[in-house]
């Protein structure tokens, strides 16, 4: 370990200061008065002391940012799981609603390790009472916590709906235990159930999380209809909504079978068919670019839900159907649904499609300006006659809807040029404006005019998922741009967290990637610290595989790649065991078989099965320290497989082993497991042959060690391949038989059926260690095979010995385990 004294000593010393101690006999009698440049006074009592002065100063990675209660609830699974003695049931109640308080929040979405820890809390209080029987957990507690689970997650899991599950089965059990108290009977508890939103609740969340099927099923069960005149209001909408809520979920599956049967279903049970439902029939289809389906089910008629009158199709519908007509051509139609909208005087919504229609078919931005004055222009006429009409004009969310088509046919110049008439108008652009600015400007690379448009958004306070989204996506465009200033860049990542936004996964990634490029490891390690813990473990796969691709760039210092992999191993511990391997392979590439070795025995440690070492980790540990002949390691190494119950080892580890004591110069410890391999059951494979020629090839006299195992294999009669020959001459080529090879190479052909090439050629000039007999080979070579020599050469060479010693060509001759 470093001493601290010394570092001290050799700062003085290289200052030109003198190394003073308090307890120095020879100390001055009387302080001297400082001067800068000069000889250091005697100190004064220091305040702390040295060692605290370093330590106080120290920096350390942050605290992950978890929501409020979710700690609490972590310890608590982590006792859970470890078996170890739980908290009080009043603290993990507590948690529990201070977290799913937390999450009702608009903008939080649960990861899949809250929904584990939060559904692994729930189950625990449900079998721990209080003292007196009465649950921890009230009814609108768990009702809180139903309501919390309604965003649509990021990412689909089990969890999502397990925990939905467990959480609707302990109210509908609370329920009935308090209509039984009530001497209330089944029926009426049936009845009054209808008129309670909490089956809709767990309805969506299955629709939410692909369940649709489920949820179809108990749609029916509790929401079957009719709707009529006696229907209660409230009733009838939450029925309208549950089915509505059911055919999306069909829709976001892609499940068109079960989305029109669906629909049957809903007109056996009386259901009402109304704009909602027929908005995401028309939405889906018209994604899907089905114009028939779309055309059949916009001609489908509607209801009102408050009087079951005949009802129009809502904007989003015809805005739908106009789109998918301008795209597949069929303008008839399309003129036919913008003619039906201007046959009674239309209202706002309806002015905004056709505005888009036009769009659609060609029509540029003075086009639809003069058609927005033709609206206001009969607007004004229609209200002389009758002033109670309401005024209609062309707002920001017509221009809106006009820059996000222009985006859908990736037209940034029509776009641009939208956001202009509306300029033109006077219409204030809102977030959503801002929002596709930066998409859209972003699209063409214009990462400047984004950050403008950003700048704009600023100051809006109604920013939306969507917004959010679009200042990940600048934030990533600047971070891989390698061209804004770090400081612009740190402006908005700044400016988002203390909004308490939500960093996307590809953002955390750019942003550590964007530190490690700085050398500011400890910065990288805090984003990952700071923000992991939000995303569940597909979205943390994001993460890790940037950071590993940093690391394997060769570009990237070992230092920054050393980094790069504590940042993996520490905040993203789930790392597999194939990453990892990669990984330990790379810093062995880097000629780092130390940092390998560190890597190996992280695996080797790891109590986890998906991470912890098997045979495949302890074959690439020894057969890198071969590459790197590394024996400190290889020592280590083969004493934890010593240890290791879990690895047996077989031929594969020995030959590694085998290999890597060749390489390290202990020839002999490697033909002592050739024996071991000889003498195995499984026996030794073609790879095992040649590394044991090869050891033998490290050892004085080696070919008589070699020699036996030859004429063991002639007598087998094996096939002898390319690379157990070339293994064998190289043995014999550094004991200078230099005859012996001749005579082989030159019936080699007849032999074992493959002719002398640069492989084997290469092989035996190397493997001899003598300057004089590669002369002799030289000779031989370039008599009767010309072209492989010149294509030696062509590989170019060293000299050992500081160039005083024998050639060496550049020919890879690494042997495989």
């Known amino acids: 370990m470093p001493s601290h004294l010394t570092r001290v000593v050799f700062r003085s010393i290289l200052a030109n200061k003198p190394l003073l101690y308090r307890g120095c006999l020879y100390r001055a009698s009387r302080p001297h008065i400082s001067l800068q440049y000069g000889f250091r006074t005697v100190p004064q009592s220091p305040r702390r002391t040295f060692f605290s002065f370093f330590k106080s100063h120290q920096r350390r990675t942050k605290e992950a940012d978890f929501p409020p209660g979710k700690v609490e609830l972590k310890e608590f699974c982590l006792s859970k799981d470890s078996n170890e003695r739980l908290p009080p049931a009043s603290d993990v109640a507590i948690a529990f609603n201070t977290f799913m308080s937390h999450m009702l929040q608009k903008d939080k979405q649960f990861a899949e390790e809250d929904l584990y820890i939060g559904a692994s809390s729930f189950e625990y209080l449900q079998h721990n009472l209080r003292e007196d029987g009465r649950p921890w957990l009230s009814t609108d507690d768990i009702r809180k916590a139903l309501v919390a689970l309604q965003k649509p997650p990021k990412v689909r899991t089990e969890w999502h709906h397990n925990f939905g599950l467990i959480l609707y089965e302990e109210f509908i059990k609370r329920r009935q235990a308090s209509a039984s108290k009530d001497s209330l009977s089944a029926k009426a508890m049936d009845s009054e159930n209808y008129k309670k939103p909490e089956p809709a609740l767990y309805i969506k969340i299955l629709t939410l999380n692909g369940f649709s099927r489920d949820a179809q099923k108990w749609a029916q069960k509790r929401f079957p209809g009719p709707i009529d005149s006696k229907t209660p209001p409230a009733h009838a909408r939450l029925m309208a909504k549950v089915w509505t809520d059911v055919l999306t979920g069909f829709c976001n599956e892609d499940n068109q079978e079960e989305l029109v049967r669906t629909v049957d279903v809903m007109r056996e049970l009386s259901v009402p068919f109304v704009p909602t439902m027929q908005s995401a029939l028309v939405t889906y289809f018209a994604r899907k670019k089905d114009l028939e389906q ?261 570009q990237v210092s070992t230092a920054d790649a050393w980094d790069t992999y504590q940042i993996i191993r520490q905040g993203l511990f789930e790392t597999p065991r194939e990453v990892r391997l990669v990984i330990m392979n790379e810093f062995f590439g880097r000629k780092r078989p130390d940092m390998a070795c560190h890597v190996f025995f992280h695996m080797r440690n790891h109590t986890t099965p998906t991470v912890t070492a098997t045979r495949d980790v302890y074959v690439a540990a020894f057969t890198g320290f071969a590459r790197n002949a590394d024996e400190e390691s290889l020592e280590l190494a083969h004493n934890q497989l010593k240890l290791d119950m879990n690895v047996e080892p077989d031929t594969k580890i020995r030959n590694a082993l085998m290999l890597a004591y060749a390489a390290t110069g202990k020839n002999l410890k490697a033909l002592e497991l050739w024996s071991e391999i000889a003498s195995s059951e499984e026996g030794p494979t073609y790879n095992s042959i040649a590394i044991a020629f090869r050891s033998c090839e490290g050892m004085p006299y080696g070919d008589e060690y070699a020699k036996p195992i030859w004429r063991r294999l002639k007598e087998m009669d094996l096939d002898i391949d390319k690379t157990v020959f070339t293994a064998y001459i190289g043995a014999l080529a550094r004991s200078r038989l230099y005859d012996e090879v001749v005579k082989m190479l030159e019936t080699v052909e007849d032999d074992y059926g493959f002719a002398p090439d640069l492989y084997v050629l290469g092989n035996w000039f190397n493997a001899t260690a003598n300057s004089e007999t590669q002369d002799k080979i030289e000779a031989w070579i370039r008599k009767h095979y010309p072209v492989v020599w010149d294509e030696l050469e062509a590989l170019g060479h060293w000299v050992t010995f500081d160039g005083f010693g024998y050639r060496q060509y550049y020919i890879n001759r690494d042997l495989d385990p």
């Open 294 to 554: 779309t055309k059949f089910w916009y001609s489908q008629p509607i209801v009102r839900l408050e009087n079951l009158e005949e009802a129009a199709p809502s904007a989003s519908t015809h805005t739908a159907v106009l789109r998918l007509c301008a795209l597949s051509g069929d303008l008839t139609y399309g003129q036919q649904v913008v003619a039906s909208l201007l046959k009674r005087t239309p209202n706002k919504e309806a002015w905004d499609t056709v505005f888009l229609w036009s769009a659609a078919i060609g029509k540029g931005a003075d086009e639809v300006d003069r058609m927005m004055n033709v609206m206001v222009r009969r607007n004004d006429e229609a209200r002389k006659a009758k002033p109670s009409l309401p005024v209609l004009r062309p707002d920001i969310d017509t221009i809106n809807n006009l820059v996000e088509f222009s985006m859908s046919k990736q037209d940034p110049y029509s776009a641009e040029r939208y956001i202009t008439l509306g300029e033109k108008r006077d219409i204030l652009p809102n977030a959503r404006t801002f929002t596709l600015q930066i998409q859209y400007r972003l699209s063409v690379k214009d990462i400047d005019g984004a950050r403008a448009a950003y700048f704009g958004l600023q100051g809006e306070t109604n920013k939306d998922e969507r917004s959010v989204e679009a200042i990940n996506q600048l934030i990533r465009a600047m971070c891989d741009s390698h061209q804004h200033n770090f400081d612009d860049i740190m402006a908005i990542v700044d400016d988002l967290h203390e909004k308490k936004e939500q960093f996307e996964p590809a953002t955390v990634a750019a942003l550590c990637v964007l530190h490690l490029r700085r050398g500011e490891g400890l910065d990288a390690a805090n984003v990952i610290q700071v923000r992991a813990h939000h995303f569940s473990p597909e979205q943390r796969v994001i993460i890790r595989d940037r950071l590993v691709e940093v690391l394997l760039d060769r």
